[in-house]
């Protein structure tokens, strides 16, 4: 099956700090990514949806500053938390989801601590 | 009883047996449905799905069951076994973006 990679798979920053997680499709071509964030037992968490070439966009109250994300080929995105305080430590995960396709395919996540 | 936020509703049950994880789906216009086990500290995996001009499917071990009526869906496990230990999460989707439950933490117990 389809897989999507990210890294690193763990990170501890100091605040304020800016922090860069990479998503790759490894084996497919991935026209839109997706990043979602989890607090512990907490559900999944949409905060941007990006398309290849496009600017992202950010679902409503996610600074868009704060959290710049970039896709800027079929097979990687990156989003980089800016500035990072404590209350951004959570899991981040991002999806990939091919063209005309309505699966994603999910990242192991990366779980980020601010101290 | 369920809650929100900070606690997971838990589902116990004996190895062996089969367990039935449930989920309300909030917008009646979805139209693809998912479910999704994630182990601690992963990334969700796919389990099965189900598009809404269906009501049942079946995979190995596993049926998931669609009731657009009342928007609910679930998710039969068969002989669950220790390694289903996991938190399950349903998902939807009408659009571009999928929607994911509060999720319900299965504990499996010999």
């Known amino acids: 099956g389809a897989v999507v990679s990210q890294h690193p798979s763990r990170v501890i920053c100091k605040s304020g700090t800016s922090v860069k997680i990479e998503c790759r499709s490894l084996d497919f071509q991935a026209t839109t990514m997706f990043w979602y964030r989890q607090f512990p037992k907490q559900s999944l968490m949409l905060m941007a949806t990006s398309n290849e070439g496009s600017k992202a966009t950010y679902e409503q109250g996610v600074e868009k500053d704060k959290f710049l994300i970039n896709h800027a080929s079929l097979t990687l995105s990156t989003l980089t938390v800016t500035s990072a305080h404590p209350e951004d430590s959570s899991f981040y995960i991002c999806?990939?989801?091919?063209?005309?396709?309505?699966?994603?395919?999910f990242g192991p996540g990366t779980r980020l601590t601010v101290t | 009883g369920e809650s929100v936020g900070l606690h997971l509703p838990t589902l116990s049950v004996q190895e062996g047996d089969n367990s039935i994880i449930n989920c309300a789906y909030s917008n009646s216009a979805s139209d693809y449905f998912i479910w999704y086990k994630q182990e601690s500290g992963k990334g969700p995996q796919f389990i099965i799905d189900i598009r809404s001009n269906m009501d049942k499917r079946q995979g190995q071990r596993v049926t998931v069951l669609l009731n657009k009526t009342v928007k609910h869906l679930s998710l039969q496990i068969a002989a669950t076994q220790p390694g289903d230990s996991a938190v399950y999460f349903c998902?939807?989707?009408?659009?571009?973006?999928?929607?994911f439950g509060t999720g319900t933490r299965l504990q499996v117990f010999p």
């Open positions: 998902a939807e989707t009408g659009s571009d973006k999928l929607i």
């Open positions: 999806s990939a989801r091919a063209h005309r396709s309505y699966e994603q395919y």
